[in-house]
């Protein structure tokens, strides 16, 4: 039965193009994008989805008075989508305790940095104005907290004297791009296993 996932983006839709990407060359197995949702009308993530002609969806947020609210609607749609992973690309909204029980243990996020060094949304800004040397991304499933759920994959790279927070960054999300992939299809073939804060993965 192939894995049914939702992506939850604000942004470009990078990651959502590699993911699209990895399934279509076999990266990811068994699996296949339902749904694209996201809280920005103008994201480019829904563009994509739609030249693939994936389902997508806009939530806007005025319409919603609580964050609460907000993630009621959003789960209604994932569950209408009979999603079985939620992956968040570049999604801005930090996810409540509602929409985490409905998807406990299958919502995965991905952050541009070794967390739990520089958690939130300048990560890799943080991370150049403390002056590490090595910098990276972070796959891991999310909890209630800040970018503070149990860590999955981690991937470093080298931090270079002449970085500008764009030019790290990027070679960041190149990273990104490979590693959510694999991720996702460790996921998909049931060989992460969670023993408190640690996964470990069953090759």
């Keep these: 039965m192939r ?27 068994d699996a296949e994008v339902v749904l694209v ?17 994936i389902q997508t969806k806009y939530l806007r947020v005025k ?7 907000f993630d009621r609607h959003a789960v ?10 939620v ?12 929409f985490l029980a409905a998807f406990e243990q299958r919502v995965l996020n991905i952050h541009p940095s070794l ?7 300048h990560g890799v800004a943080d991370a ?7 910098s990276g991304c972070t796959v891991h499933f999310v909890d209630e907290g800040m970018d503070t759920g149990p860590i999955l994959l981690q991937e470093a790279v080298p931090v270079y004297d002449d970085d500008t927070a764009e030019t790290l960054h990027e070679r960041i999300r190149k990273l990104e791009h490979k590693l959510y992939p694999k991720a996702i299809n460790l996921w998909v073939q049931g060989k992460i296993k ?7 993965i069953d090759e």
Excluded at 63 to 69: G, H, L, T, V
Excluded at 128 to 134: E, N
């Design 76 to 85: 209604c749609v994932l569950e209408e989508a009979r999603t079985d992973l």
């Design 87 to 98: 992956v968040l690309a570049g999604y801005m909204r930090l996810i409540t305790p509602l």
């Design 128 to 134: 150049l104005a403390y002056g590490v040397k090595v």
């Design 115 to 121: 967390l739990p060094a520089f958690p939130g949304g």
């Design 3 to 29: 894995k049914r996932i939702a992506v939850l983006a604000s942004g470009s839709g990078s990651n959502l193009q590699a993911i699209l990407e990895a399934i279509d060359s076999g990266e990811i197995l």
């Design 37 to 53: 949702l996201s809280d920005r009308k103008e994201a480019y993530a829904l563009e994509r989805a739609r030249l693939r002609n």
């Design 63 to 69: 319409d919603y008075a609580a964050r609460e609210e």
């Design 194 to 200: 969670l023993r408190g804060r640690r996964c470990v």
